[in-house]
């Protein structure tokens, strides 16, 4: 089975959850509270927020160096790869 990755290559800002949209923090990251709502760890992904404190597991020898990745479905998964300062991911599309 041949694994396909897609990415444009474009960092997307980590935001804390006191800088999302309204109504996304409660309605999908209600179990971040206290400190944790003022560290930058959520990205937007295709019409998606995701955390990277979450659901994320850390990864091999990955194209695009992926650093670690969160399964989609049985064919498909979202990749991670930290831009040198933390303060940004690029998002790799894999799927095979």
């Known amino acids: 089975m041949t694994m396909h990755t897609k990415t444009n290559g474009k960092e997307r800002e980590l935001r804390a959850a006191w800088q999302l949209p309204a109504g996304i923090h409660n ?35 990955m194209p695009h160096g992926v650093a670690a990745w969160q399964g989609e479905s049985y064919f498909s998964a979202v990749g991670i790869r930290y831009t040198s300062d933390y303060e940004a991911v690029v998002v790799t599309y894999c799927h095979w």
Do not use: I, L
């Open 27 to 61: 309605k999908e990251f209600d179990y971040v509270s206290g400190e944790d709502s003022y560290s930058p760890r959520f990205f937007q992904y295709r019409g998606s927020w995701y955390d990277v404190c979450d659901g994320f597991m850390p990864t091999g020898n």
